[in-house]
């Protein structure tokens, strides 16, 4: 283990076959779009349409390079060039007519040109075939779906298609320029609040994990997690939770996170005794908790700053104790099981040292630190994104410079031009590498934010948002938990089709009034319990996605996977809940309060663990196992008294089965000695 490899670097489109002019133009766009975002993160912040426009033009244009129109199997042949030199003058026109006409657009504000629709038409379809390539068929479907419901209606293009719509859908409809200015020529639609964070906030940042993948931070994060927890009992297993939480952090991905770090952990899991699809499954619950694990938070953190005008670092500090709930929980069910199938941990001397590890690594630490301190120093968290970036390739140089220059003299490499040239050049290549990979890294989330755009506009634009908000009034009763298990339902839908980022927006925009107006819930828990939930399809079975992509490395049943994760990722379900109930513990309140309720929640998803594991310090009997349940109940209930019956049941329940274990340890001596 200790002299493991770093994890591979996962370049997005990287399987497609590509003639070696179109990777060298990929090359080139990648850069320069990495170099276009860092000056105007770090050097001169551009304007909001001009910041936008030359985004989206670049993350198109890529995607038509990385993603040919049949498949990355196929080569293009003479129509798949044509069709793709088509979206990519689409892409140029889309950014460029913005670019270089907004202030005579700025100036008709409503009363469109002929030419300003055309371009409007242009630039829609090509977002939604950038977007079909590079997120998937079910992100753009369901934005022409919300296109044509905007045309659905008395006034609109398709009035046939408003008398099928039920009442509380129904509206006046909108005609081809209505819909196509707000699409395109206003703040609402594609150029909206999505891609406005995507184009600032999250792509910096994304780049700032491209530089710690590629130069070799994954290794250092797995290395530092099995030095720490490799001894103990399922130890491989507790490292996969640690490594995850630890690159979560920084990749924002869950299926990325479970191929880098899982590559690793899975195969070392097996041996140690996991069956496959379990390996699978702890990886995929870990990975996905690096969603919700500051300070990226899978670009949710920015997302959420945004929508609730609250501080990026409030929305941060709130989120460690709920990511810390999770990970507890997932790191306790890998604890129960490996004692349950009575495993050891690993041998001292197949696993690397903390002391190697931290004099091999500490400068991954260094712009982490950075990025914690300016954050703390209010500045803005696109300048904060800059100097993380800055500092990472400054500490990888000067590092790799002392390295060259006073130690490998003494392991016999001398220092002369030719190996100063190849050295400056092998560094060179590892620069462009990390912006290349950061601008690849980031063309599926800003094509999900464009699109997340298109339905945001529509929902704006026909007042959907309200009538959802109506209908979750009508089904739910003005029950609170029958509307969350409705947000869960949803997002369990939008979830086969949208990625996480998409997935929150247009939830947030269709139920994040219902819950904050209707049912009372502060607006920035209501963003969280929707961030949260929208998560649920990378381990909720049928569409349990980090779980396949476990399946694949662990070469387990995909659906058996899913649902291992589905298992181990309970507190995704439990923690808003939680949340929700108890505000306390994100909004703040009293100091023992907040103390209170931490700890009750933490005790009551260990308990829900041994409880459905059946295992904590023995075996548990039917009955404990089922007092767990209602007493877990009244700990959400926010009232003090039920919150203290359902500790005292849960601890007396537990209690029990200490003493049983106990019991059953002194038996044993008697019973071998007899």
Same mark, same amino acid.
């Given at each position: &283990?200790?002299?493991?490899?770093?994890?591979?670097?996962?370049?997005?489109?990287?399987?497609?076959?590509?003639?070696?002019?179109?990777?060298?133009?990929?090359?080139?766009?990648?850069?320069?779009?990495?170099?276009?975002?860092?000056?105007?993160?770090?050097?001169?912040?551009?304007?909001?349409?001009?910041?936008?426009?030359?985004?989206?033009?670049?993350?198109?244009?890529?995607?038509?390079?990385? #993603?040919?129109?049949?498949?990355?199997?196929?080569?293009?042949?003479?129509?798949?060039?044509?069709?793709?030199?088509? =979206?990519?003058?689409?892409?140029?026109?889309?950014?460029?007519?913005?670019?270089?006409?907004?202030?005579?657009?700025?100036?008709?504000?409503?009363?469109?040109?002929?030419?300003?629709?055309?371009?409007?038409?242009?630039?829609? /379809?090509?977002?939604?075939?950038?977007?079909?390539?590079?997120?998937?068929?079910? &992100?753009?479907?369901?934005?022409?779906?919300?296109?044509?419901?905007?045309?659905?209606?008395?006034?609109?293009?398709?009035?046939?298609?408003?008398?099928?719509?039920?009442?509380?859908?129904?509206?006046?409809?909108?005609?081809?320029?209505?819909?196509?200015?707000?699409?395109?020529?206003?703040?609402?639609?594609?150029?909206?609040?999505?891609?406005?964070?995507?184009?600032?906030?999250?792509?910096?940042?994304?780049?700032?994990?491209? #530089?710690?993948?590629? @130069?070799?931070?994954?290794?250092?994060?797995?290395?530092?997690?099995?030095?720490?927890?490799?001894?103990?009992?399922?130890?491989?297993?507790?490292?996969?939770?640690?490594?995850?939480?630890?690159?979560?952090?920084?990749?924002?991905?869950?299926?990325?996170?479970?191929?880098? @770090?899982?590559?690793?952990?899975?195969?070392?899991?097996?041996?140690?005794?996991?069956?496959?699809?379990?390996?699978?499954?702890?990886?995929?619950?870990?990975?996905?908790?690096?969603?919700?694990?500051?300070?990226?938070?899978?670009?949710?953190?920015?997302?959420?700053?945004?929508?609730?005008?609250?501080?990026?670092?409030?929305?941060?500090?709130?989120?460690?104790?709920?990511?810390?709930?999770? #990970?507890?929980?997932?790191?306790?069910?890998?604890?129960?099981?490996?004692?349950?199938?009575?495993?050891?941990?690993?041998?001292?001397?197949?696993?690397?040292?903390?002391?190697?590890?931290?004099?091999?690594?500490?400068?991954?630490?260094?712009?982490?630190?950075?990025?914690?301190?300016?954050?703390?120093?209010?500045?803005?968290?696109?300048?904060?994104? =800059?100097?993380?970036?800055?500092?990472?390739?400054?500490?990888? *140089?000067?590092?790799?410079?002392?390295?060259?220059?006073?130690?490998?003299?003494?392991?016999?490499?001398?220092?002369?031009?030719?190996?100063?040239?190849?050295?400056?050049? +092998?560094?060179?290549?590892?620069?462009?590498?990390?912006?290349?990979?950061?601008?690849?890294?980031?063309?599926?989330?800003?094509?999900?934010?464009?699109?997340?755009?298109?339905?945001?506009? *529509?929902?704006?634009?026909?007042?959907?948002?309200?009538?959802?908000?109506?209908?979750? &009034?009508?089904?739910?009763?003005?029950?609170?938990?029958?509307?969350? /298990?409705? /947000?869960?339902?949803?997002?369990?839908?939008?979830?086969?089709?949208?990625?996480?980022?998409?997935?929150?927006?247009?939830?947030?925009?269709?139920?994040?009034?219902?819950?904050?107006?209707?049912?009372? *819930?502060?607006?920035?828990? +209501?963003?969280?319990?929707?961030?949260?939930?929208?998560?649920?399809?990378?381990?909720?079975?049928?569409?349990?996605? +980090?779980?396949?992509?476990?399946?694949?490395?662990?070469?387990?049943?995909?659906?058996?996977?899913?649902?291992?994760?589905?298992?181990?990722?309970?507190?995704?379900?439990?923690?808003?809940?939680? &949340?929700?109930?108890?505000?306390?513990?994100?909004?703040?309140?009293?100091?023992?309060?907040?103390?209170?309720?931490?700890?009750?929640?933490?005790?009551?998803?260990?308990?829900?663990?041994?409880?459905?594991?059946?295992?904590?310090?023995?075996?548990?009997?039917?009955?404990?196992?089922?007092?767990?349940?209602?007493?877990?109940?009244?700990?959400?209930?926010?009232?003090?008294?039920?919150?203290? *019956?359902?500790?005292?049941?849960?601890?007396?329940?537990?209690?029990?089965?200490?003493?049983?274990?106990?019991?059953?340890?002194?038996?044993?001596?008697?019973?071998?000695?007899?």
């Amino acid at each position: &283990m200790s002299d493991s490899t770093s994890p591979p670097v996962q370049m997005p489109g990287g399987n497609a076959i590509q003639p070696r002019a179109v990777l060298w133009l990929i090359t080139i766009v990648a850069v320069g779009l990495s170099l276009f975002q860092l000056y105007s993160a770090g050097i001169q912040p551009l304007g909001l349409f001009y910041q936008r426009g030359i985004h989206l033009a670049l993350i198109m244009m890529l995607a038509f390079l990385i #993603f040919p129109v049949f498949g990355p199997g196929r080569k293009r042949g003479i129509i798949g060039w044509l069709i793709d030199a088509v =979206f990519f003058a689409g892409a140029l026109v889309t950014g460029g007519y913005i670019l270089f006409f907004l202030d005579e657009i700025i100036s008709r504000a409503g009363f469109w040109s002929e030419t300003d629709i055309l371009i409007a038409c242009i630039a829609t /379809v090509t977002v939604l075939e950038a977007s079909r390539r590079a997120v998937g068929f079910g &992100m753009t479907l369901i934005g022409v779906l919300a296109i044509v419901y905007a045309f659905a209606g008395p006034r609109g293009e398709l009035p046939w298609l408003g008398q099928w719509l039920p009442g509380i859908l129904e509206h006046r409809g909108y005609n081809l320029d209505r819909v196509a200015g707000q699409l395109y020529l206003g703040q609402e639609g594609i150029f909206g609040l999505p891609l406005g964070v995507a184009a600032t906030y999250i792509f910096i940042f994304v780049l700032f994990g491209a #530089f710690l993948e590629s @130069t070799g931070a994954g290794k250092f994060f797995i290395d530092m997690a099995y030095a720490a927890t490799g001894r103990q009992r399922g130890g491989p297993a507790k490292a996969a939770v640690l490594a995850s939480a630890g690159m979560g952090s920084i990749s924002g991905s869950a299926i990325a996170n479970v191929v880098t @770090t899982g590559a690793f952990t899975i195969p070392l899991m097996k041996r140690l005794g996991y069956k496959p699809h379990q390996a699978g499954g702890i990886e995929a619950a870990a990975s996905t908790g690096g969603q919700i694990m500051p300070p990226l938070m899978g670009a949710g953190a920015f997302l959420i700053a945004e929508y609730t005008n609250t501080p990026y670092l409030e929305v941060v500090k709130v989120s460690i104790l709920p990511a810390i709930m999770y #990970f507890a929980t997932v790191y306790l069910f890998v604890h129960i099981i490996a004692l349950k199938q009575g495993m050891q941990g690993m041998a001292r001397s197949e696993l690397p040292k903390m002391r190697d590890v931290m004099r091999d690594g500490w400068h991954f630490l260094l712009p982490l630190g950075v990025l914690v301190w300016l954050l703390v120093m209010n500045l803005s968290p696109m300048r904060v994104g =800059f100097y993380a970036v800055v500092t990472m390739v400054a500490v990888a *140089v000067l590092r790799y410079t002392i390295w060259f220059l006073f130690v490998a003299p003494r392991q016999g490499q001398a220092v002369t031009f030719e190996s100063i040239k190849r050295v400056v050049i +092998a560094g060179f290549i590892k620069l462009v590498e990390g912006l290349e990979l950061g601008a690849r890294n980031a063309v599926a989330v800003s094509m999900a934010c464009a699109v997340a755009g298109i339905i945001v506009g *529509v929902v704006g634009l026909t007042g959907l948002g309200l009538k959802f908000s109506s209908m979750m &009034m009508a089904f739910s009763g003005g029950n609170l938990v029958l509307a969350l /298990v409705m /947000v869960l339902l949803a997002s369990l839908i939008l979830g086969m089709g949208l990625p996480v980022t998409a997935s929150y927006i247009v939830l947030i925009v269709l139920v994040g009034p219902a819950l904050t107006a209707e049912f009372g *819930v502060p607006l920035l828990i +209501a963003h969280l319990v929707v961030f949260w939930y929208s998560q649920d399809s990378n381990v909720t079975p049928p569409i349990a996605l +980090a779980g396949f992509a476990g399946a694949a490395i662990a070469g387990s049943k995909p659906m058996e996977t899913g649902f291992q994760a589905w298992k181990f990722a309970k507190g995704l379900y439990l923690i808003p809940m939680f &949340m929700v109930f108890n505000p306390e513990i994100i909004v703040g309140g009293p100091v023992p309060v907040v103390i209170w309720n931490g700890v009750i929640a933490i005790f009551a998803l260990c308990a829900f663990a041994a409880a459905l594991e059946g295992y904590l310090f023995t075996r548990m009997s039917w009955l404990p196992r089922l007092l767990i349940v209602p007493s877990i109940i009244a700990v959400f209930y926010p009232n003090l008294l039920a919150e203290i *019956v359902g500790v005292v049941v849960m601890a007396l329940a537990i209690g029990g089965n200490w003493l049983a274990s106990r019991r059953e340890a002194a038996a044993t001596p008697s019973t071998s000695s007899g």
